[in-house]
């Protein structure tokens, strides 16, 4: 009878350890799979840092699109980084060199061969390979404009075209006649001039854009002349007499007051959008990229804001070529596959892309471009058959080669040496030759 309790006790004994065996086995693979579809209270908490340059409309658009991707993925935290152009570029440089550059980049082809040649971006061909970042409705064009050589280095969020735009209102108000689709420079340095006049000399026609960024302007007049900024061994590919027809024809302007003096055309380089000298009404006419049509117009209550080719040089070459703004991964990045991950979002994801819409061009991927048009407001609209249209005349540019960062730079101190009255143009032009080409050596 005893033997026959201890029996029966033994059997319950082990009947409960066998339990309890099933019971954790079951919890533990309840565990695993919620972990690996992302449910799972252990998932490992990432943070990757994302910048870009824009101005306040931009940034509530991006705050928007990251603030999607945090919801899709709340293992991941984005931490934002923003800034102008100027400002943007000057802080990159200075993290990469710091070697705290943030994880995820916004990058230009005027900019990327510097970096990549620099080791400080990642190459992106595994995480394309890999389906991390799917490229699948991306035309050929569009993803090699990403690459330097064979390598991927940046995946296009948009891609656009640059012109001059201009306010129907203050035209009309003015009784100037709108710029023509195919001016030429002639035509612009005369309509500049026109509207100075018109205005009894309170609106300047535009900007000084004799120094600052090498391209688009410097580079579509070279390109028209049959040159370019650079040849494909990265080598200067214009002469110094080059860069005294450009400077003179914006001394010449200066000169005659139809262009800002040097002083004003500091004070507001690098002012925000809504406080620059188009928005503010002191000139008439501003180069943008045709993305940003949208962003000034809603900056006017009256008129439309309308867009030209940038002007040609009479009997020349078309200087049109492929812009865009991309994305990047940084070599030092400690979290790629989370940062593959969130460019991925950014360009393929109908969350995000019903916010980009056209932000800085058309989106890369043609699926999203069908996707997007129904979305656009009439502004927009304009944009998109504008960058249709001068599309066509693109032709490919050579990557800017390293060291380009600083050839710029002496571009704009030079230019700005004019400006100011420290230099003649034949001492500037000398003097940015001399530096330039000892940088790129």
């Not at 990432?46 to 709340?74: C, L, M, Q």
């Not at 995820?104 to 990549?116: I, N």
């Not at 960062?405 to 704009?412: C, H, L, M, S, Y």
Request: with cysteine.
């Amino acid at each position: 009878m005893v033997l026959e309790k201890m029996k029966a006790f033994l059997i319950m004994l082990l009947s409960a350890f066998l339990i309890i065996g099933i019971v954790g086995c079951s919890s533990g693979e309840t565990t695993s799979n919620n972990e690996s579809n992302g449910e799972g209270s252990n998932e490992k908490q990432v943070e990757i840092r994302f910048s870009w340059w824009g101005d306040t409309k931009r940034n509530e658009v991006y705050n928007a699109i990251v603030d999607r991707f945090e919801e899709e993925h709340p293992n991941i935290k984005v931490k934002r980084e923003f800034g102008g152009w100027t400002d943007y570029w000057d802080r990159l440089a200075t993290q990469t060199a710091g070697g705290n550059a943030p994880d995820v980049v916004s990058m230009h082809q005027f900019y990327v061969s510097d970096y990549a040649r620099r080791n400080a971006l990642l190459n992106l061909n595994e995480y394309v390979d890999a389906g991390k970042i799917n490229l699948e409705n991306f035309p050929e064009s569009t993803t090699n404009s990403g690459k330097v050589g064979d390598d991927l280095f940046m995946v296009a969020k948009g891609v656009t075209m640059s012109g001059w735009v201009y306010n129907t209102a203050l035209f009309d108000k003015l009784g100037v006649e709108y710029p023509n689709m195919d001016w030429t420079w002639e035509d612009f340095q005369e309509k500049v001039k026109e509207i100075h006049k018109a205005s009894n000399g309170e609106i300047w026609g535009s900007a000084d854009m004799s120094g600052g960024q090498l391209q688009p302007n410097l580079r579509y007049f070279l390109r028209q002349k049959g040159k370019d900024l650079f040849d494909d061994e990265g080598k200067i590919a214009f002469t110094k007499e080059d860069v005294i027809e450009w400077w003179t024809m914006w001394d010449n302007l200066r000169k005659e007051e139809a262009i800002p003096d040097a002083a004003t055309s500091t004070e507001y380089e690098g002012a925000p959008l809504e406080q620059n000298l188009f928005v503010t009404g002191k000139t008439a006419i501003q180069q943008l990229p045709a993305n940003q049509i949208y962003l000034y117009q809603q900056q006017f209550n009256e008129g439309e804001i309308q867009i030209v080719r940038m002007p040609h040089i009479d009997g020349g070459e078309n200087g049109e070529y492929i812009e865009g703004a991309y994305l990047s991964i940084t070599e030092k990045s400690e979290h790629p596959e989370e940062a593959a991950m969130f460019i991925d979002f950014f360009v393929n994801a109908e969350k995000a892309l019903e916010l980009f819409k056209v932000e800085q061009g058309a989106p890369g991927s043609t699926e999203m471009q069908e996707f997007v048009k129904p979305l656009l407001d009439p502004a927009q609209q304009r944009a998109v058959e504008f960058i249709q249209k001068t599309v066509e005349y693109g032709e490919p540019a050579p990557y800017a080669p390293l060291g380009v960062n600083e050839v710029e730079q002496a571009f704009k101190d030079n230019a700005s040496a004019i400006s100011f009255g420290q230099k003649t143009v034949a001492e500037a032009a000398e003097d940015f030759m001399n530096t330039a080409e000892g940088i790129l050596k």
